[in-house]
């Protein structure tokens, strides 16, 4: 807190602490200048730690023609594997077919998708026939399955991956503030000026002054442009419609192996996932209007319907709501077009959106994880070309390997690190090991979360640093304790145990 007290104005100030606060963040510092970022809650704590864990183009978006879309996602998804290859790695996806038109007619779609991805593809797409199908997806149904095709696409850590692009930029000289929400906008003569905020643990307040200020918070942004526009008499129109995706995590015995599954059309027409994930799989998603902005977003009854529902008419032994281990939902902010009353979020863009207001203040948001620093080059283009900053080159980021990557030519050190530190890359020796708290985590993990990644309380360990509240929430209740113990040692914080507990709760509390 020592620096965000020193007087003086920053060059940029970003508020919001998800994947594309913490691009700009990066893409700035990155650049040479001054950056800020404040963040009311975790980095990650919202949408940014909540997708369905994959880099990919969208095989959805093709379908519907947005072809510019998927040839920039997919340019961003060979990005993103080079720079942060421990966190990020490629993943090949099965789609069965049970009618004979499906393999031709869908293949030949993602021969496109290979097209476009030119030399950046990860692997040839494949027609399989029956016995191909069921060696890549055993589990599958095989009464009426007449073949398959293959495809790639990439897989990664959500969550951890934000933290890596915030301790990068934290080495390129930027200052990273979680847990310090923004309180207000500092406005002179009709102009942003910087942002008021206050450290959630002490209480202490700071006004940041700043050049620039990014709104990056994600479903929330209408929030900090109603405040801009009322503190200038410009009023203001709400540009995002939520969307609500829910995710179930299943033991790997309903999906062993190394494929993913993908069912293009279900029966009311959107994409479902099987997905092998950290030793269990995630299944999703859904698409369902959310008018609240719930920081901790519940499942309603007919979205976990439909995705067992679905399961059940793919897989030999479907999952049943006893089987789930861990049930999450993440918020999209989906942009609506001109005129939209948000009650329908299917054919919303899945494009960002990067807007400048009358006072200054620059908001982006929409888009997906993939094309996390393409936005972000896109807001820095919108300062500049807003004469809120002076021009900088672009591009700095296409070949940064994010913290934990190995130096580029080098050989990856994470491939032979035991299961959990392959995560951590480069830095593995550095955590160490240490004894086994249960799943995977150790006491080493913690301390090394606590003293390098930013983790204040068990739930940002348990859930954003190691993994286990999505994959297996009653673990992570069970280890709460024996984290939080650590932690106080570490921190002198308190790690909200209790708070820990009920959430946890929460994720195994499947709705009736």
Same mark, same amino acid.
């Given at each position: $807190?020592?620096?965000?007290?020193?007087?003086?104005?920053?060059?940029?100030?970003?508020?919001?602490?998800?994947?594309?606060?913490?691009?700009?963040?990066?893409?700035?510092?990155?650049?040479?200048?001054?950056?800020?970022?404040?963040?009311?809650?975790?980095?990650?704590?919202?949408?940014?730690?909540?997708?369905?864990?994959?880099?990919?183009?969208?095989?959805?978006?093709?379908?519907?023609?947005?072809?510019?879309?998927?040839?920039?996602? *997919?340019?961003?998804?060979?990005?993103? +594997? =080079?720079?942060?290859? =421990? +966190? %990020?790695?490629?993943?090949?996806?099965? $789609?069965?077919?049970?009618?004979?038109?499906?393999?031709?007619?869908?293949?030949?779609?993602?021969?496109?998708?290979?097209?476009?991805?030119?030399?950046?593809?990860?692997? &040839?797409?494949?027609?399989?026939?029956?016995?191909?199908?069921?060696?890549?997806?055993?589990?599958?149904?095989?009464?009426?399955?007449?073949?398959?095709?293959?495809?790639?696409?990439? /897989?990664?850590?959500?969550?951890?991956?934000?933290?890596?692009?915030?301790?990068?930029?934290?080495?390129?000289?930027?200052?990273?503030?979680?847990?310090?929400? &923004?309180?207000?906008?500092?406005?002179?003569?009709?102009?942003?000026?910087?942002?008021?905020?206050?450290?959630?643990?002490?209480?202490?307040?700071?006004?940041?002054?700043?050049?620039?200020?990014?709104? %990056?918070?994600?479903?929330?942004?209408? /929030?900090?442009?109603?405040?801009?526009?009322?503190?200038?008499?410009?009023?203001?129109?709400?540009?995002?419609?939520?969307? /609500?995706?829910? =995710?179930?995590?299943?033991?790997?015995?309903?999906?062993?192996?190394? =494929?993913?599954?993908?069912?293009?059309?279900?029966?009311?027409?959107?994409?479902?996932?099987?997905?092998?994930?950290?030793?269990?799989?995630?299944?999703?998603?859904?698409?369902?209007?959310?008018?609240?902005?719930?920081?901790?977003?519940?499942?309603?009854?007919?979205?976990?319907?439909?995705?067992?529902?679905?399961?059940?008419?793919?897989?030999?032994? %479907?999952?049943?709501?006893?089987?789930?281990?861990?049930?999450?939902?993440?918020?999209?902010?989906?942009?609506?077009?001109?005129?939209?009353?948000?009650?329908?979020?299917?054919?919303?863009?899945?494009?960002?959106?990067?807007?400048?207001?009358?006072?200054?203040?620059?908001?982006?948001?929409?888009?997906?994880?993939?094309?996390?620093?393409?936005?972000?080059?896109?807001?820095?283009?919108?300062?500049?070309?807003?004469?809120?900053?002076?021009?900088?080159?672009?591009?700095?980021?296409?070949?940064?390997?994010?913290?934990? &990557?190995?130096?580029?030519?080098?050989?990856?050190?994470?491939?032979?690190?035991?299961?959990? +530190?392959? *995560?951590?890359?480069?830095?593995?020796? /550095?955590?160490?090991?240490?004894?086994?708290?249960?799943?995977?985590?150790?006491?080493? $993990?913690?301390?090394?979360?606590?003293?390098?990644?930013?983790?204040?309380?068990?739930?940002?360990?348990?859930?954003?640093?190691?993994?286990?509240?999505? *994959?297996?929430?009653?673990?992570?209740?069970?280890?709460?304790?024996?984290?939080?113990?650590?932690?106080?040692?570490?921190?002198?914080?308190?790690?909200? *145990?209790?708070?820990?507990?009920?959430?946890?709760?929460?994720?195994?509390?499947?709705?009736?």
């Amino acid at each position: $807190m020592t620096r965000l007290a020193q007087p003086g104005t920053w060059d940029l100030a970003v508020v919001g602490g998800g994947a594309t606060g913490l691009g700009v963040a990066l893409d700035a510092a990155a650049r040479g200048f001054q950056v800020v970022l404040v963040e009311s809650h975790d980095f990650a704590k919202g949408t940014s730690s909540r997708a369905t864990k994959l880099v990919h183009g969208g095989v959805r978006y093709l379908a519907q023609g947005n072809i510019a879309l998927v040839r920039e996602a *997919l340019h961003e998804r060979t990005t993103l +594997l =080079h720079n942060a290859p =421990h +966190l %990020a790695q490629p993943l090949a996806f099965v $789609m069965p077919s049970y009618k004979l038109w499906e393999t031709p007619f869908y293949g030949v779609g993602l021969k496109m998708y290979d097209a476009l991805a030119g030399k950046a593809g990860l692997g &040839a797409t494949e027609f399989l026939n029956r016995r191909e199908t069921l060696e890549r997806l055993p589990t599958a149904r095989a009464e009426g399955l007449k073949g398959g095709v293959q495809y790639w696409d990439g /897989q990664f850590d959500d969550a951890r991956l934000a933290l890596a692009l915030a301790r990068t930029a934290a080495t390129r000289g930027a200052l990273l503030v979680n847990y310090c929400p &923004a309180t207000r906008l500092l406005h002179e003569n009709g102009k942003v000026t910087g942002v008021a905020c206050q450290d959630a643990e002490t209480g202490r307040s700071f006004e940041i002054k700043a050049r620039c200020v990014v709104n %990056a918070t994600g479903v929330w942004v209408d /929030q900090l442009r109603q405040q801009d526009g009322e503190a200038t008499q410009h009023p203001v129109r709400p540009i995002v419609a939520p969307s /609500q995706g829910v =995710h179930a995590v299943v033991d790997r015995e309903f999906l062993p192996g190394q =494929h993913a599954l993908m069912v293009p059309k279900t029966a009311d027409g959107r994409v479902l996932f099987g997905v092998p994930w950290m030793g269990k799989v995630i299944l999703g998603t859904t698409d369902t209007p959310r008018g609240d902005l719930a920081r901790e977003p519940r499942p309603f009854r007919e979205e976990l319907e439909f995705i067992l529902g679905e399961s059940a008419r793919y897989l030999s032994r %479907a999952p049943r709501r006893e089987d789930v281990r861990s049930l999450w939902v993440g918020l999209r902010p989906l942009v609506k077009p001109d005129g939209s009353d948000g009650e329908s979020t299917k054919k919303l863009s899945r494009e960002h959106t990067v807007l400048v207001s009358r006072s200054g203040l620059v908001t982006v948001t929409g888009g997906k994880w993939t094309t996390y620093r393409a936005m972000a080059e896109d807001v820095l283009e919108s300062c500049f070309g807003a004469g809120l900053l002076a021009r900088a080159p672009a591009g700095v980021t296409a070949n940064l390997p994010l913290i934990g &990557a190995p130096a580029p030519g080098a050989t990856p050190t994470s491939i032979s690190a035991p299961p959990g +530190l392959h *995560l951590y890359g480069t830095e593995a020796a /550095q955590v160490g090991q240490d004894r086994e708290l249960g799943g995977g985590l150790t006491a080493a $993990m913690v301390r090394f979360a606590a003293r390098h990644e930013y983790a204040r309380t068990v739930e940002d360990v348990l859930a954003r640093r190691i993994r286990l509240l999505f *994959l297996d929430a009653a673990l992570a209740a069970g280890l709460a304790e024996e984290v939080a113990a650590i932690l106080q040692a570490e921190t002198g914080v308190d790690p909200k *145990l209790a708070a820990f507990r009920e959430l946890a709760a929460t994720y195994t509390d499947l709705p009736l």
